[in-house]
């Protein structure tokens, strides 16, 4: 039976800008995500996607509402919550003048993976996602492509039941973006509760156990692929998603 | 406190510093080797032109030379490099002209310089007044002058020892006194009377220096690569992470600060000493440039002290920067805020008073100089380290609440310290 991992209540976001005003950028989420499973956040650029997880990731304080991670809050307990997650995006760049192994150290015992096991550790990751031969080179030397495996590296160095990945295939050609995800699905089968943002329709079919579609800062619909299928009558995610984000007259994005 | 995650964090942010040139050349490399290698040049250059100068042939005319004073040419030919024209004495009427011509030579340096003997109406055979002419614009000239007034010294006084004797006078009852000077200071004392004044000004302004690059790149420029997010995420307490950045830029400064003073000192001692004993003609036992052990510890002081305000100063106002640029010139005013009152302080009748040791930096530069010079004052020891620690306290309470602030850690506050004070103070503006 798998256990709820994350639970996030009733979520707002809200911030001012200069040109807009007051925007509320996240309304009222509700969702949960269980052990080994990949529960998508699918929606357009600007939809909230990236506030919400940053959101649970603690990076960002939540207006109204809360999170929780393995039942740690992400108001009270930033650190037990950080400690129980790795956190990826295409913005979290590394270090560019550390070496791949040095980064890994530094992840994982800041993140409180035990010391005495902590060399194996690293090196175990290294060898699984393929860093041998360039973990002892500066980050700043090495391709986009082997700079995006340390970096889901170090977001899974410290052995975190839950990972967030927002949009990890941005920016990325084909083969690496395919096997990104053939790597998410292996973390999933190793029973890690994932949360995947994507705006990629064909990305979210493939990878998700269960979708929310968001729209404006509001979930519009959150189930298993078949299940919106039945409630939509459609048969294509594409064709879900834009029954779901089409004649809804929020106003989400604007000032108010 | 998480020392653990401190730890880590700090001597991560130092290994990527030391990988970085523009850290080890701001922070190590020009406070260790600006002044030994200045002072190398300055050496050199002034062994060089002096050199130069000394081998010059000097283009001498003398006129009117009287018969009495004969020994004056061979004086000059004993000195060497002097070439002597002379002219007979002249009649009153082409005197002034012939001055004319020659200062006229002089100018366009077709001569270096010229004595013109006026027979004195009254007085001994041999008794003249003398004119000596020379370009001061103009080294060769300078160095004939030189030449001619050694020459002209020894003759005279040779001169009057032969009028003396013929009336039955010796040395010692004519010569009524002499002055002795005497200096009284140590070379010692005086070497830390010049490393005093110097020391101080160069202290505090590789300390900023030192501190500079670390600050910006520490806030503004992780903004600019992208890696505050990824370090916001590490499991730790923002203020946690925000301190192992803190003691990295002052360790820096201190470094910077503590370098340069070490490199200060040997440079003194290795170029300096023997320049200014060169210079002043002596056997090079002139200047001993040594620190009372007892300042070293105040130096230490002062660097630590320097650099945690300093850095904790720069740190938060490069908080509000967003890309490295925009952090340099936002951290720039801090940094001649700093430096410019330093230079105003380099008056040596500056007295120490325990009011000034109330105001953190000022305090700091007389603190240094006078441990420099061996005083210890413990009144402003004591007041200097409680006003600067209360100055780096209130820094360190500043970013806190500066960085808690969640746009101004991510990025998005749009503006100043100033505009986000205001903004504190006065919650409706924005």
């Known amino acids: ?256 | 406190m998480d020392w653990t995650a401190i730890r880590l964090l700090y001597l991560s942010e130092l290994r990527s510093a030391l990988r970085e040139r523009s850290v080890l050349i701001n922070g190590i490399l020009i406070p260790l080797l600006m002044y030994p290698l200045m002072m190398w040049v300055m050496f050199s250059a002034i062994l060089f032109v002096t050199a130069r100068t000394e081998s010059f042939a000097s283009r001498v005319e003398i006129a009117g030379l009287p018969a009495e004073h004969r020994g004056l040419l061979e004086r000059l030919e004993e000195e060497g490099r002097v070439d002597v024209a002379e002219v007979d004495a002249l009649p009153a009427a082409a005197a002034a002209a012939y001055r004319a011509g020659i200062e006229e030579r002089l100018l366009a340096d077709d001569l270096d310089a010229a004595l013109i003997f006026e027979p004195a109406a009254a007085g001994p055979p041999g008794n003249a007044a003398v004119s000596l002419l020379s370009n001061g614009s103009s080294d060769q000239s300078q160095t004939a002058r030189g030449r001619l007034e050694r020459a002209l010294s020894a003759e005279r006084s040779d001169w009057l020892d032969r009028i003396a004797s013929r009336h039955g006078l010796e040395g010692a009852e004519w010569q009524v006194f002499e002055v002795e000077s005497d200096n009284l200071a140590t070379g010692i004392e005086m070497g830390q009377f010049v490393m005093g004044m110097m020391i101080p000004l160069f202290f505090v302004i590789m300390i900023a220096n030192g501190c500079l690059y670390p600050a910006v790149d520490s806030t503004a420029g992780e903004r600019e690569r992208n890696t505050w997010e990824t370090t916001s995420t590490l499991a730790t307490r923002r203020i946690h992470i925000v301190a192992a950045k803190y003691l990295y830029v002052a360790t820096m400064g201190t470094v910077a600060g503590a370098l340069n003073a070490a490199a200060m000192v040997l440079s003194f001692r290795t170029f300096l000493a023997p320049l200014l004993a060169r210079m002043g003609g002596g056997d090079g036992s002139g200047f001993a440039f040594e620190l009372p052990l007892r300042s070293l510890p105040v130096l230490l002081l002062t660097a630590v002290l320097l650099g945690a305000l300093i850095g904790a100063g720069m740190m938060i106002l490069a908080a509000f920067a967003r890309t490295f640029k925009e952090g340099q010139s936002t951290v720039t005013p801090l940094y001649l805020l700093v430096v410019f009152p330093v230079v105003l302080l380099n008056d040596p009748s500056l007295e120490f008073t325990p009011p000034l040791a109330a105001i953190p930096v000022v305090n700091v530069v007389l603190l240094l100089r006078q441990a420099i010079a061996g005083n210890l004052l413990w009144l402003q020891l004591g007041i200097t380290m409680l006003s600067n620690a209360a100055a780096i306290a209130g820094c360190l309470w500043l970013a806190s609440r500066v960085l808690r602030v969640e746009e101004v850690a991510t990025g998005a506050f749009e503006g100043n310290l100033f505009q986000f004070l205001r903004r504190q103070f006065h919650p409706s503006a924005r």
Not at chain 1, 4 to 30: C, H, M, P, T
Not at chain 1, 209 to 225: E, H, P, S, Y
């Open chain 1, 1 to 256: 039976m798998s256990t709820i991992q994350v639970e996030v209540q009733d979520l707002s976001k809200s911030f001012f800008d200069q040109s807009r005003g007051e925007v509320n950028a996240v309304r009222n989420v509700d969702f949960e995500c269980r052990s080994g499973e990949i529960f998508g956040l699918l929606g357009a650029n600007g939809a909230g996607k990236t506030t919400t997880l940053r959101m649970i990731s603690t990076v960002l304080q939540p207006s109204t509402g809360t999170a929780r991670v393995l039942g740690h809050d992400v108001l009270r307990e930033p650190v037990e919550v950080r400690r129980n997650l790795g956190f990826y995006s295409a913005s979290t760049a590394l270090y560019p003048r550390l070496t791949a192994r040095e980064t890994l150290t530094l992840f994982a015992r800041v993140n409180k993976y035990p010391a005495e096991r902590t060399k194996d550790r690293v090196e175990e990751t290294i060898e699984r996602f393929g860093l041998g031969d360039y973990a002892g080179a500066r980050i700043e030397k090495l391709s986009t492509g082997m700079k995006q495996k340390v970096s889901i590296a170090r977001t899974v160095v410290h052995d975190p039941p839950v990972l967030i990945f927002d949009e990890p295939t941005v920016g990325l050609d084909v083969l690496n973006a395919l096997d990104l995800q053939k790597g998410i699905q292996e973390l999933r089968d190793d029973g890690k509760t994932i949360l995947f943002s994507t705006h990629i329709m064909s990305e979210a079919e493939r990878l998700c156990d269960r979708i929310a579609i968001i729209d404006k800062g509001r979930i519009r619909a959150c189930d298993g692929l078949e299940g919106l299928r039945a409630a939509t009558s459609r048969h294509y995610l594409e064709d879900i998603f834009v029954h779901y984000v089409t004649g809804n007259d929020d106003t989400a994005d604007e000032p108010k």
